[in-house]
């Protein structure tokens, strides 16, 4: 095939960025390589609408071993251990074919942490998809559920911990994050990094087909009424093969024989083999024809684009081949010699005695595109004002059954149920939490990790929602007891090209950096992902925070489940009263304008931090964070996990009944501590000037308002258990 | 007493095996699936997982691989040898004990706490454990026990059912059957009784923090049994 400006243009390329190619190579690129460069030149694979913000978020920290640029990232956590960790999406496949799209998602994140060396330990995940009533809803959930678990299940991680949406926005582009956590010796972490000449560049793990053939490129790309058509660019995951990559990869990594080592994720061979160039700055030479081919005659262009799963690229130390070719053996994966390191600098590719790309890897890389798009500000809305004859007819028991049976507040249980949480022997706090944790197996220590959105903020003011959903990481951890340590990001948005999206981009990016910083709370790793958008119609802005904390002494976590009667119950932080964006005021009142919560930042950490200060005193008996749907709802859900009741007081405030239990102010915690340390709590509070009520005392199975309404538990734990139970089995 | 857990490729509950094992007292062996021989053990353990990737039949293709002919010769001349999750799907293929594994009912995986009630405490496994019923974990696609009426007939003839799905209380119940098994079988003996096969995982359920304590029950009383 000749190549030409149009070709280019069907491989995605813009105009101008083919004739950069053209120029940068002095001629005009074969077909392989102009695959090449559109595989690496993709937004998905070059980052060249997000770099350019990507560069102000905070990645440093005195636990970072390694931020953002890697596989993954990778923390401290004290005693020579490290936890390596990333989330990552796999939105466009998981559209057009969900069970393999969520599985190769799960596939992958796990491929990037066991590539360090890190023996995975938990999966977690943050799906989104269209309103409950669309048509494709409920196929698309089943099939990513199934996805999902078939992966994790049979690789034997837990899956602790993940977080499920509904909003019509997502109806033609659902997302799917998987998030992985590995625990390695900080000694044994293994990088990306090419050194030395004439090493040999070894394959390792199932055979290249043609499965995944462009799966970057189509994620770098919108939606239209085509997209069936682009099935066979889905991956096909294989998970026995994967368990089989893992420990044979764990087996190599306990000698010294590697000197670096990279997954074959997206842009398969082209990416893992030119990034481990590029930072090492020398060549690579392979002859495809040594490649471990599943189909006949795949030619030089498939075998370089191919997306097929669980396959590694390593370059050893000269002379280790026979010892770690019996390693591979023993567990009946591919291995072979395909080439070397040179210090050509470039990618030369070789195929029946050709050569069929000369390409200089700097091209690739320092080269690719960056762009400064166009973005608009996106202005505060202004607050509405309630009427309070809105408010006079709403009965608080008969809101809040409905906001506990809502799509986004309901249990879970249908989804996790079906994912192993347990297999390890570690969970220690399973899904249905504010965070999952898991033991430091062998230690004393636990780590908790927590994935949380929160689009509808973003989408009403994006620097207000992106500063929230750090916050609300930060939160998760906290109320487990664990001391937070780093995020990961996955910033799902529309299309760059589109000033709005690149707007709420570029704030979103600005509100989770500014809570970073502030927090302490660093960015170690993350992705983006574009383009998800149908036509012109782009879902909300959706970045996904992934958070990691430390809990050093497992025993001291803390479950949101209320523990014994006559306990009393407090809330930490100001309830003001903000209704506006609330779940209440979306799905009650029908009110969809107004700007989201005020983010203090102060308040948050302050907050936070002496809330853990109280924890590490012993004084707190459960705690949970107040997120969508206020005060009532996270009371419901302690009292539900529980099986106790509460007598609930609304304090003397200005703001009436709705207000307090149904806003949504941020930086809020509600504790349960035991009447005799009630003093030394408070104490503590007033001493650090937090804000708290007493909001009421533990009894044993109604919620009671006011001394006035009540209602059982159990009717309200069916309102928040059947809803999802009963969606599904329709 | 000494034990040894078998790994297959893709076994993925042979670490969490081992860990109890050892908790309990067990000088543990890990075996390779590849291996001829056993070693000298008091007690072999067929792990959770998905041998394999159970691509053909759950637990088919390790019910061939090389170590099973000694498994398998080991039990018949009435060593301890029991098979959790994976390892129950594997014993039914090798035909140690009766029946057949099939979807769960739902069609959908399932992971958590069940209750079941020991039917027969005549046997090393279950014999001196003073309770009746017992908490455990499931996480399993295919547990649906399953065999013919004449099989039944001679399962329950010979008392080779081990424990059913039930209640805290012990009644068993159609709806605390989480599979769809038929009886309620979640365990079962060979004819004499070494060798049991059991869909639940009592090893993820030593320790106060995980999710019950009653695995450490049955795992101190196995030893002791032993001893």
Known sequence: ?730 | MKSSVITFPGSNCDRDMDVALKKFGFKNKMVWHDDAELPKSDLVVLPGGFSYGDYLRCGSMASKSKIMKSVMNFANSGGMVMGICNGFQILVETGLVPGVLLRNKYLEFICKNVFVKIKNKKNTYFKNIDNDVLEFHIAHNEGNYFCTKDQLKEIEDNEQVAINYCDKDGKTEEQFNPNGSIKNIAGIFNKEKNVLGMMPHPERMIDPSLSGEDGSLFFNNLINNLK
């Not at chain 1, 796990?110 to 943050?126: C, E, H, K, Q, Y």
């Open chain 1, 1 to 730: 095939m000749t190549v030409n400006e149009q070709v280019a243009i069907d491989h995605g390329l813009k105009k101008s960025e083919y004739t950069k190619i053209c120029e940068l190579l002095k001629r005009t690129p074969n077909i392989t390589e102009l695959g090449i460069f559109s595989a690496m030149w993709n937004e998905h694979c070059s980052y060249k609408s997000s770099r350019l913000h990507l560069k102000k978020l905070p990645t440093k920290g005195k636990q970072v071993i390694q931020g953002p640029g890697e596989n993954a990232g990778v923390i401290d956590i004290g005693d020579d251990d490290a936890i390596v960790f990333k989330i990552e999406s796999h939105n466009h496949p998981s559209f057009i074919e969900p069970y393999q799209g969520a599985a190769t998602g799960v596939g992958g994140i796990m491929r990037d942490v066991f590539t360090m060396g890190a023996r995975p330990i938990a999966n977690l995940n943050s799906i989104h998809f269209g309103s409950p009533q669309h048509k494709k809803t409920k196929n698309l959930l089943r099939g990513v559920v199934h996805g999902i678990g078939g992966y994790g299940n049979c690789m034997g991680v837990p899956t602790i911990a993940g977080q499920t949406n509904f909003d019509s926005s997502y109806n033609g582009n659902i997302l799917v994050n998987a998030m992985t956590l590995g625990l390695v010796k900080k000694d044994k972490i293994f990088y990306s990094k090419a050194a030395g000449l004439n090493k040999p560049v070894i394959y390792v793990g199932s055979k290249t087909g043609r499965d995944g053939i462009h799966g970057a490129s189509m994620a770098s790309a919108s939606f239209d009424e085509k997209i069936e058509e682009k099935k066979p660019t889905v991956q096909v995951g294989d998970p026995f093969t994967e368990k089989l990559l893992l420990e044979a990869c764990l087996e190599l990594m306990a000698g010294d024989s590697i000197i670096a080592i990279q997954d074959m994720g997206a842009a398969g061979l082209t990416s893992s083999s030119i990034e481990m160039a590029s930072k090492g700055n020398l060549g690579i030479e392979i002859n495809l024809n040594k490649v471990p081919c599943r189909e006949a005659k795949m030619t030089p262009y498939e075998i370089m684009l191919s997306e097929s799963q669980e396959r590694m690229l390593i370059v050893l130390e000269s002379g280790k081949e026979e010892q770690a070719k019996k390693i591979f053996d023993k567990w009946n994966l591919d291995f072979a010699v395909i080439g070397k390191t040179t210090k050509s600098k470039k990618i030369e590719l070789y195929f029946d005695n050709d050569q069929v790309a000369d390409i200089p890897v700097n091209t690739l890389v320092e080269n690719s595109p960056m762009y400064d798009r166009k973005w608009k500000k996106t202005k505060l809305p202004k607050k509405n004002k309630i009427k309070k004859e809105d408010l006079k007819n709403l009965k608080i028991i008969d809101v809040l059954k409905k906001i506990l049976a809502n799509p986004n507040v309901c249990s879970k249980e249908w989804i996790w149920q079906q994912y192993d949480h347990t297999v390890m022997g570690d969970t220690i706090q399973k899904p249905g939490g504010d965070s999952g944790v898991v033991r430091v197996h062998g230690t004393d220590k636990a780590v908790a990790a927590s994935v949380d959105s929160s689009a509808v903020y973003c989408w009403a003011h994006p620097l207000t929602g992106g500063k929230q959903v750090v916050c609300e990481s930060f939160r998760n951890l906290i109320s487990v007891g664990a001391k937070p340590i780093a995020i990961t990001n996955c910033l799902n948005f529309g299309s760059p090209e589109n000033e709005e999206n690149m707007g709420e981009f570029v704030e979103c990016v600005q509100g989770i950096g500014e809570a970073a910083e502030y927090l302490k709370f660093p960015v170690v790793s993350g992705n983006v992902s574009f383009y998800n958008q149908t036509k012109d119609e782009g879902i909300k802005p959706t970045p996904s925070i992934g958070g990691v904390g430390l809990i050093k002494d497992y025993k001291k976590m803390i479950t949101m489940d209320l523990k014994e009667v006559n306990n009393i119950v407090l809330v930490i932080g100001k309830t003001e009263g903000h209704v506006d964006q609330s779940l209440f005021a979306r799905n009650i009142l029908d009110e969809k304008n107004g700007p989201p919560p005020e983010i203090n930042l102060f308040n948050e950490k302050n907050n936070g931090e002496t809330l853990l200060k109280l924890i590490n005193n012993d004084l707190v008996q459960s705690a949970h964070d107040i997120s969508v749907g206020g005060i009532i709802t996270a009371v419901s859900k302690m009292c539900i996990k529980g099986n106790k009741g509460i007598n609930l007081k609304k304090p003397k405030y200005l703001i009436n009944e709705i207000e307090y239990f149904f806003a949504e102010d941020q930086g809020r915690y509600i504790i349960e501590i035991s009447k005799k340390d009630l003093k030394k709590v408070t104490d503590i509070l007033n001493k650090n000037a937090v804000h708290f009520d007493e909001l009421g005392t533990v009894n044993e199975n109604e919620l009671f308002i006011n001394e006035k309404t009540k209602v059982t538990i159990d009717e309200l734990k069916t309102s928040n258990t059947s809803w999802l139970t009963k969606y599904m089995s329709k």
